[in-house]
């Protein structure tokens, strides 16, 4: 691991995926990408769609997944979106189904975070350094 970033994917767990797409491309203005899985006799209607990204840039990418058996919620992880200003895309939160736990809050010289909740249930966090 050393020399690359610890988080290199995630995936947010949905159980309704038309609901989640329509929240998530609302909220960050963008077209999430069907992604072609495997065959699984175990997970056989196991769904993902990419958030937009480039493997070669910094950061991670990610996917919203649904998977039988595997539920959607608060539960430990919690995954940061870069923003140009946090504030702005968290204002589009509710429209989309979302809701706000805490309003843009300063972390210092680290920049600012807005957390969220997701039509799913899961919270996010929408991070800027405005």
């Not at 159980?15 to 056989?44: G, K, N, T, W």
């Not at 923003?83 to 939160?93: I, K, L, P, Q, S």
């Not at 805490?102 to 600012?112: A, D, L, P």
Request: net charge negative; charged share 20%; hydrophobic share 40%.
């Amino acid at each position: 691991m050393r020399g690359s970033n610890s988080v290199n994917w995630f995936e947010i767990y949905v159980q309704d995926m038309a609901r989640a797409r329509a929240f998530y491309e609302a909220v960050f203005d963008i077209r999430l990408e069907a992604l072609s899985v495997p065959d699984d006799p175990e997970s056989p209607s196991l769904e993902m769609w990419s958030f937009p990204g480039d493997m070669e840039r910094y950061g991670a990418n990610g996917a919203l997944c649904r998977m039988p058996g595997v539920p959607s919620g608060p539960g430990g992880t919690l995954v940061y979106f870069a923003c140009g200003d946090c504030a702005a895309t968290g204002a589009r939160v509710a429209a989309a189904g979302g809701r706000i736990q805490r309003e843009k809050m300063s972390i210092g010289e680290y920049g600012f975070i807005v957390l969220a909740f997701d039509t799913e249930g899961n919270m996010i966090g929408l991070h800027s350094m405005e």
